[in-house]
């Protein structure tokens, strides 16, 4: 019975640490941002952006893909 709750709190505080260190700061956003606004992003420590291609009835999402452009251009 201890060994048992004792690896169960071994799991637990591993999948912690292996959580902390594989996660990223990103963000995503629907609001159109600029090339410096992405460039301002990085140097706060932001590393990822998830762009958006599709609006929620399924059309293109021209707001996204520029963000996507304007993300890559402020790498």
Known sequence: MIYD???FFVFILTTCLV???LALNEFDTT???T???FECLKKQGFV???GRVYDPIGD???VGIQNMHNAHQGK
């Open 60 to 62: 293109f999402d021209e």
């Open 48 to 50: 990822a952006f998830m």
């Open 5 to 7: 709750n004792f690896s």
């Open 31 to 33: 609001s159109a941002l």
């Open 35 to 37: 090339v410096a606004q």
């Open 19 to 21: 959580s902390k260190v």
